[in-house]
């Protein structure tokens, strides 16, 4: 059963756009949900995270925000480049137990 | 500071041959993962160790999958005997406790 939802699995903008990757999860006990950005042959790395007692959280160009009644949260790319273009994971996890994963979406910017 | 090392970072075997991989973690981190990462899906958690200790290997194939954890730093996830669908990327991840974790470039596992 997969625990976290994401979609859409591929991804396609222009320099400049405004990509947004969706997820969403059913387990209510989740209290840690972040996103990852992973580059072919290397491992996923941190890019943002959030707690669900706020409703969105910025970090330079990376926006996640967070719908705790419809259990769902997103990622948006402001003012995407083609140095973004990876695939981005979703996660979430209790307590800093297991993490479960998103299968992930391939972005792709084009110059 | 150096990240999480792993080695090797490519190994290519026949089925039913044993195959391992070992993991450093970032110093000072108490807790590391192993994970599976099968080609166009996200990790999957095989174990996770709270310093030496083995807190969850729920997903772990016990039948053909051990890991082990020395004094609580490098580990060691050995496949004995590998299978044709053990082809996956296996990512090692550590972090200080609940925090953020940190990945390894991976191992690419591909059994023939």
């Known amino acids: 059963q997969q625990q976290v939802k994401q979609s859409p699995q591929s991804l396609i903008v222009q320099k400049g756009g405004i990509p947004i990757i969706n997820c969403a999860y059913e387990n209510t006990a989740f209290d840690y949900f972040p996103w990852y950005q992973q580059f072919p042959g290397k491992g996923p790395a941190l890019l943002i995270a959030?707690?669900?007692?706020?409703s969105e959280k910025k970090e330079g160009r990376f926006t996640i925000s967070f719908n705790k009644s419809a259990k769902q949260f997103s990622l948006h790319i402001m003012d995407s480049q083609p140095g973004d273009s990876a695939t981005y994971f979703c996660?979430?996890?209790?307590?800093?137990?297991?993490?479960?994963f998103g299968t992930g979406t391939s972005l792709t910017v084009i110059p | 500071e150096a990240g999480v090392v792993q080695s090797p970072r490519y190994k290519i075997i026949e089925k039913k041959q044993p195959v391992a991989f070992w993991c450093n973690p970032i110093s000072g981190h108490n807790t590391l993962y192993w994970y599976r990462q099968n080609l166009g899906q996200g990790p999957e958690l095989l174990i996770r160790?709270?310093?030496?200790?083995?807190?969850?290997d729920s997903q772990l194939p016990k039948d053909r999958f051990s890991a082990e954890r020395l004094k609580g730093v490098d580990s060691t996830l050995k496949i004995q005997p590998a299978e044709l669908g053990d082809s996956a990327v296996y990512l090692c991840?550590?972090?200080?406790?609940?925090?953020?974790?940190?990945f390894g470039p991976g191992t690419r596992l591909t059994v023939l």
């Open positions: 996660a979430a996890s209790w307590g800093g137990n297991q993490f479960y």
């Open positions: 959030i707690r669900p007692d706020v």
């Open positions: 160790y709270e310093n030496e200790e083995a807190v969850d």
């Open positions: 991840a550590s972090s200080f406790g609940e925090d953020t974790q940190y």
